[in-house]
C-alpha cells in the first residue's frame, strides 16, 4: 500500500466509523484488567516486550498475507517521524504498565481516558477543521466530570494508589499527543510502517529496559498466555489495525468522544474479573459520560 502523497478527506462519523470505534473501545477498556493478570506473573516491562512481540506477529502476517509488503521500503526522510512514533508509543505503554502495578483496574481505565480531552483540545489547535465548539466543550466537561467523580476517591486513598493515578495522567497525556501525531502520520505515510515501527520500537525498548531493571523471573502460566494472547492479538494487533483504519478516515476529535465508553467497559471487568465494587460513583460517572458523549456528537 503506497503512502499517499494528499491527505484523505475525512469522513463524518458514520455506522461503521462508530461501530469500529466502540469494538475498538471495548477492548482498550477491559486492557487494564488484562495487563493487572499479566503483571501478577511477569514484571511491566516484561510483559511489554511479550505483548509487542506477539502483536509485531499478527500486524507482520497480516500485512504480508495483503500483500502490504511488495516493494517496502523505508526513505530516509521516514526514519525519523518513524522513531518519534515509536518512542512515544513505548513511553506511553510503558508508563501504564508501571502504574497499573498500583491502583486498581478501574483506576486506570478511568485515567487513561484522559486523553480523550486532550485529543479534543490538541486537534483544536492541530488539526484542520477540528473545531472545539461550545457545545463539543460543554460535551467534554461533562463527560470529565464523571470521570472526575468516579476519579476522586483515589486522592483520599494516598499511597501507591495516588502514585499510580499519577502517572496514568502522564501516560494519558502521551496518548493524546501520540493519536494526534498519529492522525497526521498517516494522512501521508504507508500504515504499514507506522505499524511496523511501533512494533518494532516498542520490542526493542522494551527488551532492554527489562534486561536492566527487571531481575525477576517469569512465571509462566494459563493466566499470563491468556493475558499475553489478548493485549498481543486484540489490542495491539487488531485494535492497532482498526485505530489507524479510524484515524485514516474519521477526526480524532470525533473518535474520541465515542472512546470516552471505554472507562464503563474497564470499569465493569474490572468488577466481573478483580471483584472491585461497582457503587454510586460508577453509576453517576456512567450517566455523565454517556450525556457527555451525546453532546459532541451533535
Known amino acids: 500500500?503506497?503512502?499517499?502523497?494528499?491527505?484523505?478527506?475525512?469522513?463524518?462519523?458514520?455506522?461503521?466509523?462508530?461501530?469500529?470505534?466502540?469494538?475498538?473501545?471495548?477492548?482498550?477498556?477491559v486492557n487494564p484488567v488484562a495487563i493487572k493478570a499479566g503483571l501478577e506473573d511477569a514484571p511491566p516491562f516484561r510483559l511489554a516486550a511479550l505483548r509487542f512481540i506477539l502483536g509485531g506477529t499478527v500486524i507482520l502476517v497480516w500485512a504480508a498475507g495483503t500483500g502490504r509488503l511488495r516493494g517496502f521500503r523505508i526513505a530516509p526522510d521516514e526514519w525519523r517521524p518513524l522513531g518519534v512514533l515509536g518512542l512515544l508509543l513505548a513511553v506511553q505503554m510503558g508508563t501504564m504498565n508501571v502504574a497499573t502495578t498500583m491502583p486498581t483496574a478501574a483506576h486506570v481505565a478511568i485515567t487513561l481516558i484522559l486523553y480523550a480531552v486532550q485529543t479534543v483540545?490538541?486537534?483544536?489547535?492541530?488539526?484542520?477543521?477540528?473545531?472545539?465548539?461550545?457545545?463539543?466543550?460543554?460535551?467534554?466537561?461533562?463527560?470529565?466530570?464523571?470521570?472526575?467523580?468516579l476519579f476522586g476517591r483515589g486522592f483520599s486513598l494516598g499511597g501507591p494508589t495516588l502514585v499510580g493515578d499519577a502517572i496514568m495522567f502522564v501516560s494519558a497525556l502521551i496518548l493524546a499527543e501520540r493519536t494526534i501525531y498519529l492522525a497526521r502520520a498517516v494522512q501521508r505515510q504507508d500504515p504499514v510502517k507506522l505499524l511496523l515501527a511501533q512494533a518494532v520500537v516498542g520490542i526493542v525498548v522494551f527488551l532492554l529496559l527489562s534486561a536492566i531493571f527487571e531481575p525477576a523471573a517469569t512465571r509462566w502460566t494459563g493466566r499470563l498466555a491468556g493475558a499475553i494472547a489478548f493485549q498481543g492479538f486484540v489490542v495491539t494487533g487488531f485494535n492497532f489495525i482498526v485505530n489507524?483504519?479510524?484515524?485514516?478516515?474519521?477526526?480524532?476529535?470525533?473518535?474520541?468522544?465515542?472512546?470516552?465508553?471505554?472507562?464503563?467497559?474497564?470499569?465493569v471487568a474490572a468488577a466481573i474479573v478483580w471483584g472491585e465494587p461497582l457503587t454510586d460513583d460508577v453509576v453517576v460517572a456512567t450517566l455523565a459520560v454517556i450525556v457527555g458523549i451525546a453532546l459532541t456528537q451533535r
Open 1 to 29: 500500500m503506497p503512502a499517499s502523497d494528499s491527505p484523505t478527506p475525512y469522513r463524518a462519523i458514520d455506522l461503521r466509523g462508530a461501530a469500529g470505534a466502540l469494538l475498538a473501545s471495548l477492548f482498550w477498556g
Open 121 to 149: 483540545v490538541l486537534a483544536h489547535s492541530m488539526i484542520p477543521g477540528a473545531r472545539l465548539s461550545l457545545r463539543r466543550l460543554a460535551g467534554v466537561l461533562v463527560a470529565f466530570g464523571g470521570i472526575v467523580i
Open 244 to 267: 489507524l483504519w479510524l484515524l485514516k478516515h474519521y477526526r480524532p476529535s470525533a473518535l474520541s468522544a465515542l472512546f470516552l465508553t471505554q472507562p464503563i467497559f474497564g470499569v
